[in-house]
């Protein structure tokens, strides 16, 4: 069962005489467990593929499925949940809520749901990132690093199946970059997760088992890192 299923996705802009093909007719699979980077020139549609992916956008034509589910005959109502339990995001700017605390940003996901914050899986999570001493603080006391953290603490605190990154090292620095990578990786590998991340950044990609490139809307080639007998050899 693959946690994610793209399925001929085209998805065009505008309409008449003015559109634009930003999916040519995508298809793919996410197995879980599989970290896979998405790079491609500025233009070929990796943001366009990232919010089809996760339900964020609606293609014009093709299917995608999120844990075997079939996005396109839900409504918002239930697109909206299925993301919440199922998806965790990471963007490229935080998307923090400035006036909140570390650990109000945190729980707020849950807060939103009505349902219970579960504070030893907060606290668990917050130590991982290693921010426990930070959880009272405000993301402008924070460094960019420290507020991106922040930002996968909240996509994992719910150990969704998949989560969906757009260029989450783009805003920082190397040394930051590799930390907030390894935490990526972590869970793909300890909890079988699926992620998915829009990149530029080749060193940022080299994390990834698995890389593919999109060139006009279309899947343009692919590579599969070696296998630990493979570097072996
Ligand atoms: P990338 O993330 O690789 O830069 P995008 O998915 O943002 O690519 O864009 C792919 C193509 O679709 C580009 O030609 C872009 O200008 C166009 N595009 C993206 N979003 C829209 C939109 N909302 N309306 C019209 N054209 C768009
Ligand atoms: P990103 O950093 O995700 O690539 P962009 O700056 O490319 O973001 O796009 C920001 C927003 O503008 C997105 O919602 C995208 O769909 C939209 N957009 C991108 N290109 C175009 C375009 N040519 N025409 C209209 N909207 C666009």
Same mark, same amino acid.
């Given at each position: 069962?693959?946690?994610?299923?793209?399925?001929?996705?085209?998805?065009?802009?505008?309409?008449?005489?003015?559109?634009?093909?930003?999916?040519?007719?995508?298809?793919?699979?996410?197995?879980?467990?599989?970290?896979?980077?998405?790079?491609?020139?500025?233009?070929?549609?990796?943001?366009?593929?990232?919010?089809?992916?996760?339900?964020?956008?609606?293609?014009?034509?093709?299917?995608?499925?999120?844990?075997?589910? &079939? $996005?396109?005959?839900?409504?918002?109502?239930?697109?909206? %949940? +299925?993301? #919440? /339990?199922?998806?965790?995001?990471?963007? @490229?700017?935080?998307?923090?809520?400035?006036?909140?605390?570390?650990?109000?940003?945190?729980?707020?996901?849950?807060?939103?749901?009505?349902?219970?914050?579960?504070?030893?899986?907060?606290?668990?999570?917050?130590?991982?990132?290693?921010?426990?001493?930070?959880?009272?603080?405000?993301?402008?006391?924070?460094?960019?690093?420290?507020?991106?953290?922040?930002?996968?603490?909240?996509?994992?605190?719910?150990?969704?199946?998949?989560?969906?990154?757009?260029?989450?090292?783009? &805003? $920082?620095?190397?040394?930051?970059?590799?930390?907030?990578? %390894? +935490?990526? #990786? /972590?869970?793909?590998?300890?909890?079988? @997760?699926?992620?998915?991340?829009?990149?530029?950044?080749?060193?940022?990609?080299?994390?990834?088992?698995?890389?593919?490139?999109?060139?006009?809307?279309?899947?343009?080639?692919?590579?599969?890192?070696?296998?630990?007998?493979?570097?072996?050899?």
């Amino acid at each position: 069962e693959y946690s994610v299923v793209l399925q001929d996705v085209r998805r065009v802009y505008g309409r008449g005489s003015n559109t634009v093909t930003a999916l040519n007719g995508i298809s793919i699979n996410f197995a879980p467990g599989t970290f896979t980077a998405v790079m491609g020139p500025s233009g070929s549609g990796k943001s366009t593929f990232l919010h089809c992916a996760a339900g964020l956008d609606r293609p014009t034509s093709g299917s995608v499925f999120i844990d075997g589910q &079939a $996005l396109a005959g839900l409504s918002e109502r239930r697109l909206t %949940e +299925l993301r #919440r /339990e199922r998806i965790g995001f990471v963007f @490229q700017s935080f998307n923090l809520l400035p006036a909140l605390t570390v650990w109000q940003n945190v729980t707020l996901p849950q807060e939103l749901d009505g349902r219970r914050v579960n504070r030893a899986a907060v606290r668990a999570v917050l130590d991982r990132v290693g921010l426990t001493d930070k959880r009272k603080n405000r993301p402008g006391e924070l460094s960019g690093g420290q507020q991106q953290r922040v930002a996968i603490a909240r996509a994992l605190v719910a150990r969704p199946a998949v989560i969906f990154a757009d260029e989450p090292t783009g &805003a $920082l620095d190397t040394q930051t970059a590799a930390d907030v990578l %390894e +935490l990526l #990786r /972590e869970p793909v590998r300890t909890q079988g @997760q699926t992620v998915v991340m829009v990149t530029h950044d080749p060193v940022a990609a080299s994390y990834a088992d698995q890389v593919v490139f999109l060139a006009d809307g279309v899947l343009a080639g692919s590579l599969t890192a070696p296998t630990a007998e493979e570097v072996a050899d």
